[in-house]
């Protein structure tokens, strides 16, 4: 069940979507580092936001898409099993 193509779509989107974010996040925030004058000093924070939603959430959102992804391919299937097949009353 999790070796569908399913399950490795929704880790790919469920990871992919927050990784991509805080590296768009981190090349903003050294973009805003590089264009202040020297020795001016710049708030880190945008930078651990960052790193976190690299480090944290791209891991769990990779493992809920995972799951997600497993149970919709399982849930695909049988319908199709079951429109190809019939409904069957015993």
Do not use: K, N
């Amino acid at each position: 069940m999790f070796s569908s193509p399913a399950a490795l779509i929704g880790f790919l989107i469920g990871a992919g979507v927050p990784v991509t974010g805080g590296f768009v996040m981190l090349q903003a925030h050294w973009a805003y580092v590089a264009s202040l004058p020297p020795g001016e000093a710049a708030c880190g924070m945008p930078a651990v936001g960052a790193l976190g939603l690299i480090l944290f959430v791209g891991p769990i959102g990779g493992v809920l898409g995972w799951v997600l992804g497993a149970v919709a391919g399982w849930l695909g299937s049988w319908v199709r099993r079951t429109l190809l097949t019939g409904f069957t009353v015993d």
